[in-house]
C-alpha cells in the first residue's frame, strides 16, 4: 500500500505515534487510508450539508475494510459571488482546489481518494486534482436542489435564475417589490447545488458520463435519502478501486472525454463546461482542440430542455431515470463508447444495459430532439481568432443570426448599470471586455447581466459578447470566453461603438465588419490598463493563466 510509507517499518514509528495521537489503533494502520476530500462549508447551499454526505463515505470505507481520513478543501459560491468584487475569486479557487489535494493527498501518502464536491468550481478542481495524482479516486457530489414553487403559480416551477431575473423585471417596471420578495422566499427550497442545468449539475452530471462517479451521482437530489445510500456505495467502491488498482487517467481516455462531451451537449450544459473540460484533459495528459466541441456538437442532439433553457429541473432528469438513460439514447446513433471504464469496474456498456427512459418528454430520443445540435457551440472569426463559446440551446431562433452596432463596456459594473438604467436600445451588441483570466483578472460570470437582460424582455432583441464568462443559468445570445481577450490585445480591445458585429451561429462565425488592416491599425495604439489587482493571490493568478481557450490554467 502507498500509505505503508508512513506507517511500516521501524522508522516508522514516530509516524505511528501522531496516528496515535488521534486515535487510531494499530488495527487502523494495517488497512488501507481512504483520503476524503471534505468541502463543506456555511457559506454555499449546495456544501451546507456535506459533513452528513461525508459521514456516509466513511460508514461506506469503513465497511469495505478502509480507514477514512478526511481533510478540507475550498469552495466559493458563485451566486454570493456575483457582480461585485468577488467573482474574480471563483474561477481561481480551481487551481488551488486542485493543488491543496495534491498537497494533502502526496504529503500523508493516501492509498485512495473520496472526492466530495458540489458546486462550480469544486467539481473540477477535485477532477483536475484525480486526473493529476492518478492514485485510485471516486467522486459522490453533495446533489441538487429541488426547484422552488412560484409563490402566484403554484404549478409553475422556479429556481435561482427566477429570482435574477425578477430583479430585471423590477428595473424594467414590469414588477413590484413584493411579488420579487415572495419569489425570493421560493426560490430555492432545500440545500444542494442550484435546480437547473448550471455549471454545478452540469459538472456533477459529467463526473457520470466520464466515468468518475457512481450512476446518480449528478442527478439525485440532495434531500433524498438515495443521496445518502449512493455516499455509502461510494466510500465501498472507493476500496474496491483501490484492490482492483483503477486509476483516473484509466477511466478518463479521450474516448472518456468525448462520452462526457456528448452527453453535455444532449444536456445543454453551461459553457463553463468548455473551460474546465479542457483544464481536466490537460491535467490527464490528453490534448482537447476546441474544434472537438463542434465536431460533437453537430453529431449530436440536444435531448433534454432544463432550466435556464427549459422548464425541466434536475430532479425531472433524475426522476425520467438521470445520465445513463441520455447515454443509453445516444449509444442508439454511436455517439457512446461503450467499452470505456468506469469506476463501478464494469465498462458503460454493461451499466447502460440497466437504464431505462421513463419519461421520453424529459429525455427526448434522438428521432426527436429539441434541437438537432447539442447544447453549445465554438464559434470563430476576426473578432475571436481563437474561438468564443455560446450555450445555443438557450437563445431564441432570432437571435441565431444577429448584426448589429457594438456598444462598448470596460467591466461588468458599467454594463449592468446602463442594462438596468434602461439605456440599451434594441439590436444592440454589448461588449463587455477586460474581464478575461487576466483581466478581470478571475474571467469573472456575467449572469446579473445577462439576467436583466432577460428580465427586461431583451433577450431576442440583444446579444452580449465578452471575454468574461456567463453562469450556466444564462439564457439568450450571450457569447463568452472571446480569445484572445482584451487584456493580452486580442481584437476585441480595439472594438469601437458603432463598429458593426456580426454573429451567425449556424455557420459557427463571428465577426466585426472591420479589415484586417483597421484592426491592427487601432490595435498598434493599443496601450495595456493598468492590473486591476495589484497584490496577493489575484495578482500571481494574473501572471501565470493562460487563455480561456487553453482551460484558463496555470503555465
Known amino acids: 500500500m502507498k500509505s505503508d510509507m508512513v506507517k511500516k517499518g521501524i522508522d516508522r514509528a514516530p509516524h505511528r505515534a501522531l496516528f496515535k495521537a488521534m486515535g487510531y489503533t494499530n488495527t487502523e494502520l494495517e488497512k488501507p487510508l481512504i483520503g476524503i476530500a471534505n468541502s463543506a462549508n456555511e457559506i454555499i447551499p449546495g456544501h451546507i450539508h456535506l459533513n452528513r454526505i461525508v459521514e456516509a ?72 486534482a484525480a486526473a493529476r495524482l492518478d492514485i485510485p479516486a471516486i467522486f ?18 422556479i429556481d435561482l435564475i427566477t429570482v435574477f431575473e425578477a430583479a430585471g423585471a423590477v428595473h424594467a417596471g414590469k414588477m413590484d417589490m413584493e411579488e420579487l420578495s415572495r419569489i425570493e422566499d421560493q426560490a430555492c427550497p432545500t440545500c444542494g447545488s442550484c435546480a437547473g442545468m448550471f455549471t454545478a449539475n452540469s459538472m456533477n452530471c459529467l463526473t457520470e458520463a466520464i466515468g468518475m462517479a457512481l ?91 432544463l432550466s435556464p433553457a427549459g422548464k425541466d429541473h434536475v430532479e425531472d432528469l433524475d426522476r425520467a431515470g438521470g445520465i445513463y438513460a441520455v447515454l443509453k439514447e445516444l449509444s442508439g446513433i454511436g455517439a457512446i463508447n461503450g467499452d470505456c471504464m468506469t469506476v463501478t469496474g464494469q465498462p ?39 474561438g468564443c463559446v455560446v450555450k445555443q440551446s438557450a437563445l ?74 456567463f453562469s450556466g443559468g444564462t439564457r439568450g445570445a450571450c457569447i463568452g470566453h472571446v480569445s484572445p481577450e482584451a487584456m ?30 483597421e484592426i491592427k491599425s487601432r490595435l498598434s495604439e493599443w496601450k495595456q490598463p493598468e492590473p486591476r489587482i495589484t497584490k496577493g493571490y ?4 494574473a501572471q501565470g493563466v493562460l487563455s480561456a481557450s487553453e482551460g484558463a490554467v496555470f503555465k
Do not use: W
Open 57 to 128: 463515505v466513511k460508514a461506506g470505507i469503513y465497511m469495505a475494510g478502509g480507514v477514512p481520513v478526511e481533510f478540507g478543501t475550498i469552495g466559493v459560491c458563485d451566486g454570493i459571488a456575483m457582480n461585485h468584487e468577488g467573482m474574480k475569486y471563483s474561477l481561481a479557487s480551481r487551481e488551488l482546489i486542485a493543488d491543496s489535494i495534491e498537497v494533502m493527498a502526496m504529503a500523508h501518502a493516501f492509498d485512495a481518494l473520496v472526492l466530495v464536491p458540489n458546486c462550480d468550481k469544486i467539481v473540477p478542481g477535485m477532477l483536475m
Open 140 to 157: 459522490v457530489s453533495g446533489g441538487p436542489m429541488l426547484a422552488g414553487r412560484h409563490p402566484d403559480r403554484a404549478d409553475e416551477k
Open 348 to 386: 458503460v456498456k454493461e451499466i447502460m444495459k440497466g437504464a431505462v427512459n421513463r419519461n421520453p418528454e424529459v429525455i427526448r430520443g434522438v428521432d426527436n430532439p429539441f434541437h438537432q445540435e447539442g447544447g453549445l457551440a465554438v464559434l470563430y472569426g476576426n473578432l475571436a481568432p481563437g
Open 488 to 517: 493580452e490585445g486580442g481584437p476585441i480591445a480595439a472594438l469601437r461603438d458603432g463598429d458593426s458585429i456580426l454573429i451567425d451561429i449556424a455557420n459557427k462565425k463571428i465577426e466585426v465588419r472591420l479589415s484586417d488592416e
Open 215 to 305: 450512476p446518480g451521482n449528478g442527478t439525485i437530489p440532495a434531500v433524498m435519502a438515495a443521496r445518502i445510500r449512493l455516499a455509502k456505495e461510494t466510500g465501498m467502491q472507493s476500496v474496491r478501486i483501490l484492490e482492483k488498482g483503477i486509476t483516473p487517467r484509466q477511466i478518463m481516455t479521450k474516448q472518456a472525454f468525448r462520452n462526457a462531451l456528448a452527453v453535455d451537449m444532449a444536456l445543454g450544459c453551461s459553457t463553463n463546461t468548455v473551460l474546465h473540460l479542457s483544464a481536466i484533459s490537460q491535467e490527464a495528459g490528453i490534448p482537447f482542440d476546441l474544434k472537438t466541441v463542434n465536431e460533437v456538437s453537430e453529431r449530436t442532439p440536444n435531448l433534454c430542455f
Open 538 to 541: 489575484m495578482r500571481r493568478y
Open 396 to 469: 431564441s431562433e432570432k437571435m441565431r443570426f444577429h448584426e448589429g452596432p457594438a456598444r462598448i463596456f470596460e467591466s461588468e459594473e458599467d454594463a449592468t448599470e446602463a442594462i438596468t438604467g434602461g439605456k440599451i436600445n434594441k439590436g444592440e451588441v454589448l461588449i463587455i471586455r477586460y474581464e478575461g483570466p487576466k483581466g478581470s483578472p478571475g474571467m469573472r460570470e456575467m449572469l446579473t447581466p445577462t439576467s436583466a437582460i432577460a428580465g427586461m424582455g431583451l433577450d431576442t432583441d440583444v446579444a452580449l459578447i465578452t471575454d468574461g464568462r
